[in-house]
């Protein structure tokens, strides 16, 4: 074609592979291929007719974030008929949609980003009270061992009371729905405290599990109105480097998580997104962000110490396993009403004098959901316990066990001179129990090391 390089020497063909339904990202493993600075990579499709709920086709993006594309399109009928181009017409109302989605990388995965959306501009996505909301994303890369996920959010609350929360879930795909609807809880981060000052946040979680390239996770707030002065917000942003993500979103209605797109007027069409914000337009997800790394490394207790408190049932060897054998305290003598009846401190020794990152680890429950819980950590250039979070009540009655993992901070201040690290967690209660004592059963502790 004049002016235009037709495509001509096949350099790989992946073969026909099976395709999921709905709005959906394929990640194609491709071997060690040696490629020119400019080619054309191209797609086919079989087993559909064209017919309404029976066909398939590839999607418009505006200019790639690395490496260029023209805006026109290769096409042919067969594998023998000629080629012809197509110029591209598509446009988000500034830049035109020069190419189709796709992503190439060399030399292995991007890492350890295998999602992230965090970077473009956004918009407000604002939230309906105690509304389960989310994102389906598809994730770069071949190692998914994801140790981190953070979700963006906004908050606008100009009195914060402390009893904001968030949680984190993610769930598994299933495969012949349409919409790839989400299935089982694969995480859930249980409500945990947010920074709820007037601003951009980043709600952080730890999943430490193996997960599959296509998910759908959710996330859910509490203790605000969502009125104005006293709401949280999602920020909706442009496409993901790395990952992918197509423009349906989930909420849950009556119980049940729905797809929808943004600019989808059956959602609400009294916030944002508004009609105008289409899935050709820049806005296709939530900002999101999550890292894979290597499987970290078990430490376990060492030496518990109880003081105060009392143990009345199990022992330190019930916490190695989650297994719902637990070791169960109750309120000792203290001399202040202020001072915790009940306090666990534990050692755990490291492999080495570094770390990149340590995460400590808890599974509790108590009689009461009166009943407070602080994890401490200590610091040996401060040479003092140093609170990292302080929860008003945790899990009681027929609950499941409360499953809390913490980021213990700057490690050079938390390594002591033996490759000792000092953990402490304390209970109260904050208010009257209908049966005294009240008391405490730990179910598992460890912390997560790595180099």
């Not at 968030?166 to 981060?189: K, M």
């Not at 296709?284 to 207790?301: L, Q, R």
């Not at 904050?430 to 059963?441: D, I, T």
Request: aromatic share 12%; proline share 9%.
């Amino acid at each position: 074609t004049p002016g235009k390089q037709s495509p001509s020497t096949l350099i790989w063909d992946s073969g026909f592979l099976p395709m999921k339904p709905g709005w959906r990202a394929q990640r194609i493993a491709v071997p060690s291929v040696v490629v020119p600075d400019r080619f054309t990579w191209t797609a086919s499709f079989e087993g559909v007719t064209g017919l309404p709920f029976n066909r398939c086709g590839l999607c418009y993006f505006g200019p790639p974030t690395v490496g260029g594309s023209d805006n026109w399109l290769w096409r042919r009928t067969n594998d023998t008929s000629p080629w012809s181009y197509q110029v591209t017409g598509w446009s988000n109302g500034s830049s035109a949609y020069g190419s189709l989605g796709v992503s190439f990388w060399a030399d292995g995965p991007p890492a350890p980003a295998v999602f992230d959306s965090t970077l473009a501009e956004s918009r407000g996505f604002l939230l309906a009270p105690v509304v389960e909301t989310g994102d389906d994303v598809v994730f770069e890369g071949e190692g998914r061992f994801v140790s981190t996920a953070q979700i963006e959010y906004a908050s606008d609350l100009t009195t914060p009371e402390g009893d904001e929360f968030a949680r984190l879930r993610i769930y598994g795909r299933v495969d012949n729905d349409p919409f790839g609807i989400p299935g089982n809880v694969l995480f859930d981060s249980g409500f945990t405290p947010i920074d709820a000052t007037i601003g951009r946040h980043l709600f952080s979680a730890f999943p430490e599990m193996l997960l599959p390239d296509d998910i759908i996770w959710t996330v859910e707030f509490s203790g605000t109105t969502q009125q104005p002065g006293n709401s949280i917000s999602l920020a909706a942003r442009t496409d993901p480097n790395p990952g992918a993500s197509v423009p349906t979103f989930w909420a849950k209605e009556s119980g049940v998580l729905s797809p929808y797109w943004f600019g989808d007027p059956t959602y609400d069409p009294t916030t944002w997104p508004s009609n105008a914000e289409g899935y050709n337009n820049i806005v296709a997800n939530f900002s999101a962000k999550f890292i894979a790394e290597d499987p970290a490394t078990i430490i376990e207790h060492e030496n518990p110490v109880l003081s105060p408190g009392v143990s009345f049932t199990g022992s330190g060897a019930d916490l190695f396993a989650s297994d719902d054998v637990r070791w169960h305290f109750r309120p000792g003598v203290v001399f202040s009403s202020s001072l915790p009846p009940i306090a666990l401190a534990m050692n755990f020794t490291l492999p080495t004098a570094a770390a990149s990152s340590l995460r400590f680890t808890i599974e509790s429950r108590a009689t009461a959901g009166t009943v407070r819980q602080e994890i401490q950590v200590w610091n040996f250039v401060q040479q003092t316990w140093v609170s990292l979070e302080h929860l008003p009540s945790i899990a009681f009655g027929a609950a499941p066990d409360l499953l809390r993992t913490l980021d213990l901070g700057e490690t050079t201040a938390i390594i002591g001179p033996l490759k000792e690290v000092k953990v402490r967690v304390r209970w109260r209660s904050s208010g009257p129990v209908f049966a005294y004592p009240w008391n405490v059963g730990v179910d598992r502790v460890y912390v997560r090391y790595r180099p």
